[in-house]
């Protein structure tokens, strides 16, 4: 079992930066491949971004490309995602998930086996 815990959501003006960060359990962090992905009212839950386990390779959803970086810390057994330049509608909650396949198809929601609870981040205009 993983778990999954993420903390830095928040309210944010429009053009601010908030971080993310995303805790797990276990000793095997460094072979999961990590993703963030959000969920807005009335809305599926998209990709936002994701990193490999093994390469460190990252992929973004156009939406976000420029704006937010993903970035993992193995000794602390935690991913983070930096937002900058925050838009109203990147108003969601923010979920984490794991990957314990090395296939690394971190784009594809259903490849991951781990969720967090999720973190909401509001940006007011």
């Known amino acids: 079992q993983v778990q999954l815990v993420e903390s830095g959501g928040g309210l944010v003006q429009a053009g601010g930066s908030l971080r993310l960060s995303c805790a797990a359990s276990g000793r095997t962090f460094s072979r999961y491949a990590m993703g963030w992905f959000r969920q807005a009212p009335g809305k599926e839950r998209e990709f936002v971004c994701g990193?490999?386990?093994?390469?460190?390779?990252?992929a973004y959803a156009d939406s976000v490309k420029g704006r937010f970086t993903i970035s993992r810390d193995n000794t602390k057994n935690t991913v983070y995602l930096q937002m900058n330049g925050l838009k109203p509608e990147d108003t969601a909650v923010y979920y984490c998930?794991?990957?314990?396949?090395?296939?690394?198809?971190?784009?594809?929601?259903?490849?991951?086996?781990?969720w967090g609870q999720g973190t909401q981040v509001t940006v007011s205009s």
């Open positions: 998930a794991a990957m314990t396949s090395p296939d690394n198809r971190v784009v594809v929601p259903r490849a991951y086996d781990y």
């Open positions: 990193i490999t386990w093994n390469t460190g390779m990252t």
